[in-house]
Nanobody, 121 residues
């Protein structure tokens, strides 16, 4: 099982970024997925069920970030708009143990290496 994030960059406040997480080695469509940020504490930002019908957002990103997935491409996305300096951090995607997401980090059994997002003027 492998998760590889991409799309992190340096961006100005108010800008946008789209992160991607390419999954391989497992049946992507059977598992809920999530995005976490470490800055420096680990925070669950958004999660999506296996079929994409149900999503969760932390209050800190609600209305600005959108999680989505393409099960045909085995890819998870995080669209980030109206970025703020406090959004700076290392962003990870993670695979849940089943089709529905959990808010507990220990429910996620596979993690990517992360992609750095820096929001600064």
């Amino acid at each position: 099982e492998r998760l590889v994030e991409s799309g992190g960059a340096l961006v100005q406040p108010g800008g946008s970024l789209r992160l991607s997480c390419a999954a391989s080695g497992f049946t992507f469509s059977l598992y809920a997925m999530a995005w976490f940020r470490r800055a420096p504490e680990r925070e669950l930002l958004a999660a999506i069920s296996a079929n994409g019908d149900t999503t969760y957002y932390a209050d800190s990103v609600k209305g600005r970030f959108t999680i989505s997935r393409d099960n045909g491409l085995n890819t998870l996305y995080l669209q980030m708009d109206n970025l703020e300096e406090q959004d700076t951090g290392l962003y990870f995607c993670a695979k849940s143990g089943g089709p529905m997401y959990s808010l507990a980090h220990y429910s996620y059994d596979n993690w990517g290496q992360g992609t750095q997002v820096t929001v600064s003027s």
